[in-house]
Structures are given as C-alpha cells and as structure tokens.
C-alpha cells in the first residue's frame, strides 16, 4: 500500500510546526513592545495564529486522550501510570483534589508522563490577542486580516465549547482584560449553560462569514473553513440539546449562582433537537458541495489480497480501515495537522501495534493498550444486528469456541478454532480489533494471529507488554505502520470531525425532533452502506431474523438503534466517553467490571474463560461534569465549584 497523499508531510512542516511560538504563550494584551513586535509583519503575526491551534487537544495521544476514560480500551495494571488509573474512570478521586492538580484539566492545563496540554483559557486570550491586534499588521490585505480574524473567532468559540462539555457553565472571555483592570474585574463568574451555548454559536456564525468555503492549499490543511465551522456548530447544538445540557433538573436543581439562578435550565426544551438537525443538514450540504463524501478505498491492492479483490467483504474492511488512517481522505472534514508522533508523547497508533515475534527491536510496538471485552460485543453481527437481537447469532452461548469454516477465511484461520463471538460479525468487528486465530494486516503483511500465552502474539512469559483482554485494536493503525521504530509508523492527520459524524448528528437529531422517517434512514444507511451491512429498515424488518421486528418504526428503538451506530462508527475517536454523558447513561458503563479472555493461559479451554481485568469508578451525578482546581477557585472566589466536588 502507498502512502498517497504528500499533502500531509507538507502541512505539518508549512503549518502547525513552528518555532519559537512558546515565546508568546504568556503575552498579554497591554501595548508592550512585545506585542507590537508580534503583529508588525504577516510573518510573526503567523506565529500566533498558530499559536491559537496548538491548544487543540491532542485525542491520539496515550496520557492525552479521553479514549482512555471511557470503557473502550484496558491496560495491564504494571503498565498504568497514576495518569492512565486516573484517565479510566478515576479522573478526579480525593488524592488528585488534595494536592489541587486534576487530572487531563483543560481549565488549568495539565503535563502527564511527557505530554502536555495548555489551558484553554490561555488558549482563548492568545486567540482574543490576535483579534484584537492583526489589524496592526501592515503587509496583509484587510480580507486577509478578516480571514485569520475568523479563524481566532471560530477556535476561542471551540474553546469554549471543549470547556462547556468537561464543565458544563463556564465564564465567557470574549475580550482580554486590560493588565489595570481591577481585581473585581477579573473575578469573572461562571455563566448559565444556555448563555454559553448561545455564545458559542453566535461566535461560529460570526466566523463563518470570513471564513473562506473550503481550505485546500498544500500549506493550510488543517485550518478552519466554513465547511469546518458548521460541522462543528452541529456538534454543539446536539449536544446543547441532549439530556445533560436540556432540561436536567435531576442532576442539577440545585445548582445555583448567587443570585440563585440555576445554571443548567430545569425544563427540557425539544425545539433544541430540531436546531440540532438543521445545523447538521447545513453542515452536510456545505460539506457535499465542497466535495466531501463518504469514503471507499481505492488505492492499491497488495498482493495478498490481489486474488480476494472480488469479494466484497474484502473490499469492506479496506473501506472502514482506511477511512482512520489514509490521510486527508475524502470524508475527513477536520484532521489535526499536528498529530502525536515519536516517543515523548506516546501514541495510540504506536501502543496499538502488535509487535513482530522476528523483530529486534519494538521501539514504537508496546502492546498493552487492548480493546475490552464490552467493545467486541458492541459491533453488529453480519446481517447488521446487535448480537443479542440476531436470531441467528448463538448469542447465550457466545463464549463457546467452535471451528472456524471455510467461508469465514477472510476474516479468520480456517480450519483453527475461536470463539463463536468473533465469528460472523460485521465488517467493522474484522476491521477494528484483531483476536486469537484472526487475521491482521499489519507492518505492510497478513499475519496469522495467535494470542494465547507464549504465542507469538500473545503474554511472552512475564512481559508486561500484553493485550491483557486478549484482542488487539486495529482500527487507529496504518496497515503499513511497523513498530520497530517510531519512523516507520505511517503517520495520518487525527479526525477531529468527519462525514459520518455529521450524518450521525442529523439522524438522533431528527429523531428526537420528529421520529422515524425516511430522512433519518437515510442517513444512517449513508453510513451503513460503507460499513459495509444492509440498511436500517432490511436488518429490523426481516421477523426471520430481527428479535425486535419494527423497531425502528417508534422513537424509543430508532433512539437505541442510532445510539449503537454512533458508538461502532466513532468507537476509539474519543466520542464515547462524551456520548454517554451527555445521553446521561455514564454509570451503567463506567462503573463496571473491565471483562477479557484469560490470556495467562495457553491452552484452548483455559484461554476461553472470561475474567474481570479491570475496574471503572464514575460517581452520578458528581463524575459527570469535572472539577475546577482548588487553586483556581483560591485566585477567583467567584467560581462556584462543580457538584459533588
């Protein structure tokens, strides 16, 4: 396979990777000669532009990534450092608010085990710097000086909206305070969720304005377009409109300023959903019309695959494979130019890696991030059902190992043996995680998987490099990528925002506006068709093989049925953890048992056997939104703490 597109080498070279940008990190807007320094040439004005990106979380990485928070992914316990403990499920326990220090803060920034992320409120004054002074740059046009001027606007508005989804109301800095403002003046207040919201989107709208359609230069990928903006003002409007943020009265009715005015609204308003699936359609038909569509591989075909091109389901895990790791593709709507690489900031393309039994060195291959039991049960079965609704998938007996046929060979080892729960699955299951007796394109090869102990892709004696559920994640590795050193890992822009989730967004939105209709089959059958099953109304008609026929016909079940398409689709992206938030469901998948194989053991009857391999801690209400630092709240007394905390 070849890396197609240099475009990606390119934009982190001309973009985001900059030198000296540190120097402005703690500007502020007083008139200094530094300042004017800074927006006296288009060329230092450049570098605080990039400045204003280089907040943006960092989701690929190992200690920067809420993947690591939710249910999705387990590590070996010699292998957790007090970040990763902290990251699954334990995100604020009393040590971290003793010492002041949460743990992945955006409100205060936070350094973890090499990486590191800024605070985005500094985030947002270097964003209202550059607004507030570009127009004193002197070789730029004033369309130029309107289009940065965009750009800052829209990402302080992200900014705002990253802190809104951790910590629900928030002040609003739409201006940088003079350094002679008043104590008084800087004890900002924390803002109702609403308010927020609103700011928000009128900060997008404003943008978009003099924001240019789409950004296709080999230099600039990676920057903010009106395509960009309004997918992003989908993400907002549904999640103001789901049931964390609309109408929350049980969490939060006592939740109060002090002028005891409730910060989250007390009556769930269902126009949200319908704003929700308008801005998702408009952000659809911009993306449409500048090209965007769901992706299908069609790059080259490695010879051992060559002779399996004719079969579809070949064909398919290509599709859902690619469409992660073959950079700047076309559904991708924003990708993160800037994307973890090397080994400062560990990354979960790196750790994903299985390591080759005949390297000498497995410099970038850990092996100890595994996908958990519970997402080898979320994928559907073959015929697009969830395993426990397919009448023809032996679900009460799952965990059974049986022998692998003839026509499963495209996904498995004919002739071996596995469990029947990784046997007839969909495309996205054989895509996304690799599992004992499997196949797996990996390091540039096909490899024949075999994961019990003391084989060569499972626990080597008392390594603590090892998938300690017994499965592997494919999905967020570039088949090509090797592990034996971290040059030689395909490196792919992070998608921040991409086609499927957009019609995703439309889909729950709509339904929750109106209820079923053909508009919201649509669109999940968009997303279907290149996973690669049959559509909606195909899987949940068929009384021969759906246990709930119709269920997609009321709103309750096409509520469930688009709540699983969202986790399979966007599983490992770090949408999870955010999704059963905001759906307020957090503590029936959080506060259970991590389940896996027995990978200790060596035979088949012994691998087979489920154990608990880990624990998750999520506290309801208080873990649903996360704490304000003990030294924040110390400078500025006027920030009320989150519940519970």
């Not at 500007?27 to 040439?41: A, H, K, M, W, Y």
């Not at 609103?198 to 395509?227: C, F, H, K, M």
């Not at 269902?270 to 993306?287: E, G, P, T, V």
Request: charged share 20%.
């Amino acid at each position: 396979m070849i890396l197609k597109n240099n475009i990606f080498y390119i934009s982190f070279i001309g973009f985001l990777t900059l030198t000296g940008c540190e120097d402005y990190l703690d500007i502020v807007p007083d008139g200094t000669q530094e300042l004017s320094l800074l927006f006296n040439r288009k060329e230092t004005a450049y570098n605080a532009l990039a400045n204003c990106y280089s907040y943006l979380p960092k989701n690929d990485g190992i200690y920067s990534s809420y993947v690591l928070a939710s249910d999705e992914l387990t590590t070996p316990v010699d292998k957790e450092t007090n970040a990763i403990k902290m990251m699954k499920g334990q995100l604020n326990n009393s040590s971290s608010l003793n010492n002041g220090k949460p743990i992945m803060s955006y409100w205060s920034g936070y350094s973890a085990n090499g990486s590191s992320q800024g605070s985005l409120w500094e985030a947002i004054r270097s964003c209202n710097t550059l607004i507030e002074n570009i127009d004193l740059v002197v070789d730029m046009t004033q369309q130029e000086k309107n289009s940065w001027k965009a750009e800052a606007k829209f990402l302080k508005a992200n900014f705002h909206f990253i802190l809104l989804n951790y910590y629900g109301p928030i002040p609003i800095i739409d201006t940088n305070l003079p350094i002679s403002a008043s104590d008084e003046a800087v004890r900002v207040e924390r803002q109702t969720v609403d308010y927020c919201i609103n700011y928000i989107i009128s900060t997008i709208d404003e943008s978009i304005a003099d924001l240019p359609e789409r950004v296709l230069g080999s230099n600039d990928i990676g920057r903010v377009d009106q395509v960009i903006a309004k997918a992003i003002k989908s993400r907002v409007l549904l999640y103001a409109a789901s049931p964390l943020f609309n109408g929350n009265s049980n969490f939060y009715s006592g939740f109060v300023n002090e002028q005891g005015e409730h910060f989250f609204n007390q009556t769930e308003d269902n126009s949200k959903w319908q704003l929700a699936a308008d801005a998702a359609d408009d952000a659809i038909q911009a993306a449409i019309g500048q090209g965007i569509s769901m992706y299908y591989y069609n790059g080259d075909v490695p010879l051992y695959d060559e002779q399996n091109w004719q079969y579809e389901f070949i064909r398919d895990q290509y599709d859902n494979r690619f469409v992660i790791t073959d950079p700047w593709n076309s559904e991708l709507i924003w990708g993160s130019s800037n994307p973890v690489t090397g080994g400062n900031w560990w990354q979960l393309q790196a750790s994903s890696l299985m390591k080759d039994p005949s390297s000498s060195s497995v410099e970038a291959a850990w092996q100890w991030v595994a996908p958990t039991l519970r997402m080898a049960e979320l994928y559907y079965t073959k015929n697009g059902l969830p395993i426990s609704e397919d009448l023809s998938f032996d679900y009460s007996d799952r965990y059974s190992v049986q022998n692998i046929a003839f026509n499963q060979r495209f996904y498995a080892q004919y002739g071996n043996r596995t469990a029947k729960l990784n046997l007839n699955r969909e495309p996205r299951f054989y895509s996304s995680l690799g599992f004992d007796r499997g196949i797996m394109r990996s390091w540039g090869g096909l490899w024949q998987l075999k994961m019990r102990y003391d084989e060569a892709h499972g626990r080597f004696g008392f390594t603590s490099d090892y998938l300690t559920s017994g499965y592997s994640l494919k999905k967020l590795v570039h088949p090509d990528s090797e592990g034996d050193a971290y040059n030689k890992i395909v490196p792919y822009p992070w998608p921040i925002i991409r086609l499927s989730e957009l019609y995703l967004n439309y889909a729950e939105a709509l339904n929750e506006a109106n209820g079923p209709s053909q508009q919201v089959y649509d669109a999940l059958n968009n997303v279907r068709d290149r996973a690669g099953i049959p559509t909606v109304e195909e899987a949940w008609s068929d009384g021969t093989l759906a246990a709930n026929p119709g269920k997609h016909t009321n709103v309750e079940g096409l509520r469930e049925i688009i709540q699983q398409e969202r986790l399979i689709e966007l599983a490992f992206e770090g949408h999870r953890y955010n999704d059963l938030r905001r759906w307020k469901i957090a503590e029936e998948f959080l506060s259970t048992s991590i389940r896996g194989w027995s990978v200790d053991e060596s035979s088949e009857a012994n691998f087979y056997n489920l154990r608990d391999i880990g624990i998750r801690s999520f506290s309801s209400p208080r873990d649903y939104l996360h704490p304000i630092s003990f030294d924040e709240i110390s400078i500025n007394p006027s920030l009320i703490q989150n519940p519970g905390w």
